[in-house]
């Protein structure tokens, strides 16, 4: 499975485009996962929207993953779930997680990141890498040297998320994610489709090359 380009749906900054119009233009441009995430609306409604997303990355060929509910996730069919330091255990979501069913989890530590993963995850996530204006609560940037110390640490996919640009998105390849997660780099631009394809050229050349050619 290809964890290059993972896209974070965010109505707050897409120009008034839904979640779902969000997804199905990202994925245009070559997204590999779709997460959808929304703290604001109630289950009922964040469960059709769920169920739209999940026809559009079928579709696509790509992953879908839920933020924070196993509930809407396990309803909707969905590939994964994304959980935070705050939410439920990991391992206790793998116990009535479906057969194949991916679990990743935000990490901000190597401590953190080796407890995942012997709890059952499949993916980790360094958020926030740098300063980002997406996520209130995110806290300042970890940096490069740690996102090395947890690549270093695990052997689980490790992905990019927080302040990651066009312009430096090459430099957290380098550094050992094997993804980008992103928000407003893509979501947030007027032309999705576009920016999404930019990014995943980017994050392409930078594995191929070593070093991102543009950076």
Known sequence: MAFDLYVVTDEAIGFGRSHARQAELALRGGADIIQLRDKT??????????EEIRHLTRDAGALFIVNDSPAIAFACGAD?????????????????????????????SVAEA?????????????????ATTSKADAGNGFGLARL??????????????????????????????????????????????????????????????????YF
């Open 80 to 108: 994964g779930l994304h959980l935070g330091q705050q939410d439920i255990p990991v391992a206790t979501a793998r116990k009535h997680a479906p057969p194949g069913f991916l679990i990743g989890t935000s990490v901000g």
């Open 114 to 130: 080796v407890s995942a993963e012997r709890a059952g995850a499949d993916y980790l996530a360094l958020s926030p890498v740098f």
């Open 41 to 50: 609306l109630p289950d009922d409604q964040l469960l059709r929207v769920a």
């Open 148 to 213: 090395k110390d947890i690549r270093d640490a695990t052997r689980l996919p490790l992905i990019a998320i927080g302040g990651i640009t066009h312009v430096n998105v090459g430099s957290v390849i380098d550094a050992g994610a094997d993804g980008v997660a992103v928000i407003s780099a893509v979501v947030g631009a007027e032309d999705i489709s576009a920016a999404a394809a930019e990014m995943k050229a980017r994050i392409l050349a930078a594995k191929q090359q070593g070093s991102s050619p």
